[in-house]
């Protein structure tokens, strides 16, 4: 038991981390850029290449790196016509079944093709099509297989967590 909640706790730790220190700081340069390439575009009559496809890539950082500290904090999207209905240990049976079934596969899947295709991307040392863009595509890339890895820890953290409520005894009956 004390194994599963130093797990729960260590994923946990991970993605509060990452969302609260890595993604803000990534989403302060990002707003920082925006608002640079909104300058020299319209008070210098000028723009960069490297700097508008750098926004594309900070935003799909906040996006996949932030996904797993959405998971930990429940502000994912829920259809909960039904869910919120359900009581805790419904809720704990729907959220296991979901894990085990939707989430887990779909990060594996995820995965692994994901860190084959960053590989060949670093191998050929990948560089944007435009001229001036990004020299190291394979960055960006690296970023899927990060995100969804993220996502399925805190999916196992979810899972545990989920495993716990659906073990534990009634207030009432005797421990």
Same mark, same amino acid.
């Given at each position: 038991?004390?194994?599963?909640?130093?797990?729960?706790?260590?994923?946990?730790?991970?993605?509060?981390?990452?969302?609260?220190?890595? #993604?803000?700081?990534?989403?302060?340069?990002?707003?920082?850029?925006?608002?640079?390439?909104?300058?020299?575009?319209?008070?210098?009559?000028?723009?960069?290449?490297?700097?508008?496809?750098?926004?594309?890539?900070?935003?799909?950082?906040?996006?996949?790196?932030?996904?797993?500290?959405?998971?930990?904090?429940?502000?994912? #999207?829920? #259809?909960?016509?039904?869910? +919120?209905?359900?009581?805790?240990?419904?809720?704990?049976?729907?959220?296991?079944?979901?894990?085990?079934?939707?989430?887990? !596969? +779909?990060?594996?899947?995820?995965?692994?093709?994901?860190? !084959?295709? #960053?590989?060949?991307?670093?191998?050929?040392?990948?560089?944007?099509?435009?001229?001036?863009?990004?020299?190291?595509?394979?960055?960006?890339?690296?970023?899927?297989?990060?995100?969804?890895?993220?996502?399925?820890?805190?999916?196992? +953290?979810?899972?545990?967590?989920?495993?716990?409520?659906?073990?534990?005894? !009634?207030?009432?009956? !005797?421990?």
């Amino acid at each position: 038991m004390q194994l599963i909640k130093k797990v729960i706790k260590i994923c946990d730790a991970v993605n509060e981390w990452i969302g609260n220190y890595l #993604v803000c700081a990534i989403v302060f340069v990002f707003v920082a850029i925006i608002f640079s390439n909104v300058i020299l575009r319209y008070v210098f009559n000028t723009s960069f290449v490297f700097m508008a496809e750098l926004e594309w890539h900070l935003f799909a950082m906040i996006f996949l790196l932030g996904a797993g500290y959405t998971l930990l904090h429940d502000r994912h #999207v829920r #259809v909960d016509i039904f869910y +919120s209905t359900m009581n805790r240990k419904k809720k704990a049976l729907v959220n296991c079944i979901g894990v085990l079934f939707l989430l887990v !596969p +779909s990060c594996y899947l995820v995965l692994t093709t994901a860190v !084959p295709w #960053v590989i060949s991307a670093y191998q050929i040392g990948e560089v944007s099509i435009d001229p001036g863009g990004i020299p190291a595509r394979f960055a960006i890339k690296a970023m899927l297989p990060l995100g969804y890895g993220l996502i399925l820890l805190q999916g196992i +953290s979810l899972l545990l967590k989920n495993i716990l409520i659906l073990t534990e005894k !009634p207030a009432n009956e !005797p421990r």
